[in-house]
């Protein structure tokens, strides 16, 4: 089990980001949440098996056709356990 806290720059909200990344995490069975922030960023915890989590992350950086993904700051995070994987 690993966990992985993101922010996500580029253009990445009013593009359907966050509806992508639970629909995705939820395919991969990635754990944890994603939200906008109000500096234009989205905010993600990701928790699972290390190898999910790098897919997930490796397909972040491309998302949904209409977003443009600049960068994404990573840093290791607690693991609460998080069941299924939600927006907020």
Request: no cysteine.
């Amino acid at each position: 089990m690993t966990a992985t806290h993101l922010i996500i720059h580029g253009r990445v909200q009013g593009v359907f980001y966050r509806d992508w990344t639970v629909s995705t995490a939820r395919e991969l069975g990635v754990n944890g949440w994603v939200r906008n922030l109000p500096d234009g960023t989205v905010e993600a915890h990701l928790e699972g098996a290390s190898h999910a989590v790098e897919a997930m992350i490796g397909k972040m950086h491309d998302g949904p056709l209409a977003a443009r993904v600049d960068r994404i700051e990573q840093s290791e995070a607690e693991a609460p356990g998080f069941e299924g994987f939600e927006r907020r």
